[in-house]
């Protein structure tokens, strides 16, 4: 029987929080009471990062101290945001800035034991709308696939797996592109590139179809019909319920289990199946308030559907 470990995105204590936990050791203290197996990196803000750690004697001490607490680090989520600006974009023809970043990431996480980054496409989901219509969507996708190339090439030196994160937020977020941009970076021979699929995004993608420019796309099937496609091309997993509605940030709300309209009784044996290269579930609570106060129930109610469909 397939096993299950439960992580969480240290993002969710750092946005939207009355009073974000900015100490990276009292996240991992209260994780480990509350009895999850692993924590998620948001490398970024005052979380732990080449900024913060850039030694490898450094990175080693950080490295002990998580796994001191009984924890491992399911993945890494890094700051490449800001290419998005004319000479220094994901989507330039010389994409230097961008892979440059990458490569320090990579380097910072394998230190870490680090076995899955995450990247996303940067941009806006109306890019190719506005400020990249002469570059054209097509083009943009090949360029975007390029850059992806190498940074799987990259990775793949470090013995890691990249999980690109499709979401209503950012620009190739339609099934159909969703699948074209897997399938182009991994047809140039990378094996340990793949999406990370959230339960939540792609039900916002494949059921709602939300932010998506021109004519909407979405899947009779919804989220378990995109995961159908997805089987095998899945190097990632993040686990949060959804109400079908965006947040302020323009990406999708990350509801509590319980309070949104996804079914986990058919989602939990289909993700099992996936053909996911690691046994991770991943909680994302990004933007949600009080996320502490929802970090214990998350664990209560995935320990349950662990305990049903998957051996603890």
């Known amino acids: 029987m397939a096993k299950a470990r439960i992580s969480i995105g240290t993002w969710a204590y750092l946005f939207n929080q009355e009073q974000p936990t900015n100490d ?96 996303d496409t940067v941009l806006s989901p109306d890019y190719f709308e506005k400020d990249g219509k002469d570059l054209g969507a097509a083009k943009g996708l090949e360029r975007i696939a390029g850059v992806w190339d190498k940074a799987s090439k990259i990775a793949a030196d470090y013995g890691m797996n990249i999980c690109w994160e499709f979401e209503p937020g950012f620009v190739f977020n339609k099934p159909g592109e969703i699948v074209q941009l897997v399938d182009a970076v991994r047809a140039k021979g990378n094996s340990n590139f793949g999406v990370l699929y959230d339960t939540c995004h792609a039900h916002m993608c494949a059921v709602v179809g939300a932010n998506q420019a021109g004519a909407k796309e979405t899947l009779p099937g919804g989220e378990l019909e995109l995961l159908e496609k997805l089987k095998g091309k899945i190097t990632h997993v993040h686990v949060i319920d959804s109400d079908g509605s965006l947040n302020e940030h323009n990406t999708s709300t990350h509801n509590p289990f319980g309070t949104g309209r996804l079914d986990f009784d058919k989602l939990a044996p289909a993700l099992l199946n996936a053909g996911v290269p690691h046994d991770w579930w991943c909680v994302d609570l990004c933007f949600w308030p009080g996320a502490w106060e929802v970090t214990a129930q998350s664990k209560k109610y995935l320990d349950k559907l662990r305990e049903k469909y998957a051996a603890a």
Request: a negative charge; proline letters at 6%; charged letters at 20%.
């Open 24 to 119: 990276f050791h009292v996240i991992l203290h209260k994780l480990q009471d509350l009895g999850y197996d692993g924590v998620e990196l948001g490398s970024f803000g005052p979380h732990p990062s080449p900024v913060s750690h850039p030694t490898k004697a450094s990175r080693q001490k950080l490295r002990k101290e998580i796994a001191d607490h009984g924890l491992a680090l399911s993945g890494i989520a890094v700051d490449l945001w800001a290419f998005k600006n004319p000479g220094t974009s994901i989507v330039d023809e010389n994409p230097s800035a961008y892979l440059t970043a990458f490569l320090g990431w990579a380097a910072f996480a394998a230190d870490l034991d680090v076995k899955t980054i995450r990247v």
